[in-house]
């Protein structure tokens, strides 16, 4: 059964950091590419990062390049979303999703329940 569990979001003060983990189990973690989504209250869900299984090429939207970078780590079976320079507009809901690299979510079959991050101004 895959399983994908979030952490590390909380409530941070604009201009903080915030380390965001998913952990996972239940299929060959080495093998897929990771991603992590953001759903803010009332918007649409929206790509954030992506990273390919060996780590060879990673994507960062627009909106977040230079503050935010996904990694991972295979022997751990974590991927992980360092955030810098946190801006209220970041506030949402962070979910990491397993699947074929890209920025479309279509392209990621499992995901996990997602982990509240407010970034307070």
């Known amino acids: 059964q895959v399983q994908l569990v979030e952490s590390g979001g909380g409530l941070v003060q604009a201009g903080g950091s915030l380390r965001l983990s998913c952990a996972t189990s239940?299929?060959?973690?080495?093998?897929?590419?990771m991603a992590w989504f953001r759903q803010a209250l009332g918007k649409e869900r929206e790509f954030v990062a992506a990273?390919?299984?060996?780590?060879?090429?990673?994507s960062h939207a627009t909106s977040v390049k230079g503050r935010f970078t996904i990694s991972r780590d295979n022997a751990k079976n974590t991927v992980y979303l360092q955030m810098n320079s946190l801006k209220p507009e970041d506030t949402a809901a962070y979910y990491c999703?397993?699947?074929?690299?890209?920025?479309?979510?279509?392209?990621?079959?499992?995901w996990g329940q997602g982990t509240q991050v407010t970034v307070s101004s």
């Open positions: 239940g299929f060959t973690f080495s093998g897929y590419a």
């Open positions: 990273i390919t299984w060996g780590s060879t090429r990673t």
């Open positions: 999703a397993v699947g074929s690299y890209s920025n479309d979510e279509r392209s990621y079959s499992s």
